[in-house]
């Protein structure tokens, strides 16, 4: 517990930087959704899915120098397993992460009251089972997309925040009414707790992890062990 906090006090810098991306980006999705229900429609499930990936690229090209731009816990799990980030700040992260996307949505709520259940991920019709092979899917391309676009050398320079960020916008605009397309415990977590919405929570920590490390066993095998990324 004392390496714990140690550690989190130590790279305070980057562990705030990540607390208020993942704050913005929940507070722009999830305020995006509420705004949909409370405007009858006017943002649309298009705009919805714009504004999370706008928002993504944005705070990647704003805040990727100083913290790295993970805003998800998946991410940082996936970056650890293959070589990318320490150990030690997996934890300090991943609770900035969630401290970030919980006062998003209480200042939502606060905010805009208890509408568009705060912009909560919840399966079509109760069927978790499609949802979690969706969204492992889901996590999958888009980490396969960070590690192409933001982690290997030999990508273009520059593109990482478009790329990424199209990804995010292109999945939630098609999966979206299916699953919610978190790819992202965070983002799940924030409408969940401060909204009581708890059903098939697990489903959107599960599978963005496991999507995730999916995505980094397949990405190894294609750059000989992530050696290629790193010349």
Same mark, same amino acid.
């Given at each position: 517990?004392?390496?714990? *906090?140690?550690?989190?006090?130590?790279?305070?810098?980057?562990?705030?930087?990540?607390?208020?991306?993942?704050?913005?980006?929940?507070?722009?999705?999830?305020?995006? *959704?509420?705004?949909?229900?409370?405007?009858?429609?006017?943002?649309?499930?298009?705009?919805?899915?714009?504004?999370?990936?706008?928002?993504? #690229? !944005?705070?990647?090209?704003?805040?990727?120098?100083?913290?790295?731009?993970?805003?998800?816990? #998946?991410?940082?799990?996936?970056? +650890?397993?293959?070589?990318?980030?320490?150990?030690?700040?997996?934890?300090?992260?991943? %609770? !900035?992460?969630?401290?970030? #996307?919980?006062? !998003?949505?209480?200042?939502?709520?606060?905010?805009?009251?208890?509408?568009?259940?705060?912009?909560?991920?919840?399966?079509?019709?109760?069927? +978790? %089972?499609?949802?979690?092979?969706?969204?492992?899917?889901?996590?999958?391309?888009?980490?396969?997309?960070?590690?192409?676009?933001?982690?290997?050398?030999?990508?273009?320079?520059?593109?990482?925040? %478009?790329? @990424?960020?199209?990804?995010?916008?292109?999945?939630?605009?098609?999966?979206?009414?299916?699953?919610?397309?978190?790819?992202?415990?965070?983002?799940?977590?924030?409408?969940? %707790?401060?909204?009581?919405? $708890?059903?098939?929570? $697990?489903?959107? +920590?599960?599978?963005? @992890?496991?999507?995730?490390?999916?995505?980094?066993?397949?990405?190894?095998?294609?750059?000989?062990?992530?050696?290629?990324?790193?010349?």
């Amino acid at each position: 517990m004392k390496s714990f *906090v140690k550690e989190f006090f130590l790279f305070r810098q980057e562990v705030l930087a990540e607390a208020i991306g993942t704050f913005t980006l929940v507070f722009a999705g999830t305020g995006a *959704v509420m705004v949909n229900e409370l405007s009858q429609g006017a943002v649309t499930h298009v705009g919805i899915s714009f504004v999370f990936g706008a928002v993504v #690229a !944005a705070l990647i090209y704003s805040i990727g120098h100083l913290s790295g731009a993970h805003f998800n816990p #998946a991410v940082t799990l996936a970056f +650890w397993t293959s070589g990318f980030f320490p150990r030690r700040r997996v934890l300090p992260y991943i %609770l !900035a992460q969630s401290i970030g #996307a919980i006062a !998003a949505s209480a200042t939502l709520l606060i905010s805009l009251g208890k509408v568009g259940n705060l912009g909560a991920t919840l399966p079509l019709d109760n069927n +978790w %089972l499609q949802s979690f092979v969706l969204e492992t899917i889901l996590t999958f391309i888009l980490m396969f997309v960070i590690f192409g676009s933001g982690l290997d050398r030999r990508a273009p320079i520059g593109f990482a925040g %478009l790329a @990424i960020g199209l990804t995010v916008g292109l999945e939630a605009m098609f999966m979206g009414p299916i699953t919610g397309a978190s790819m992202n415990p965070a983002r799940s977590l924030g409408p969940a %707790l401060i909204g009581g919405i $708890w059903q098939h929570h $697990w489903v959107y +920590w599960v599978a963005p @992890i496991l999507g995730a490390q999916l995505a980094v066993l397949i990405y190894s095998q294609l750059s000989n062990g992530f050696r290629d990324l790193r010349e």
